[in-house]
């Protein structure tokens, strides 16, 4: 994998990141009882995560926590 530009990194900490927690409280409701299906939240949040720090620009998120969910 090619090395995180730090302007995306800056992005994520400020746009991102700070909701975090209520994707996850979002994500366990509604993946409760879906464990055995190898449906976990940590995993989403990573795959979330990977998913936006591949986006080649984030210029067209207007709304990152929208984005984010």
Not at 11 to 17: D, I, P, R, S
Not at 18 to 31: F, G, K, N, S
């Amino acid at each position: 994998m090619a090395p995180v530009d730090p302007q995306r990194i800056q992005w994520l900490a400020a746009q991102v990141l700070p909701h975090e927690a209520v994707l996850r409280a979002w994500l366990a409701r509604r993946l409760r009882g879906r464990a055995a299906m190898g449906l976990e939240v940590d995993d989403v949040v990573q795959e979330t995560y990977a998913t936006l720090v591949a986006l080649k620009d984030t210029a067209h998120v207007r709304n990152p926590r929208a984005y984010l969910f």
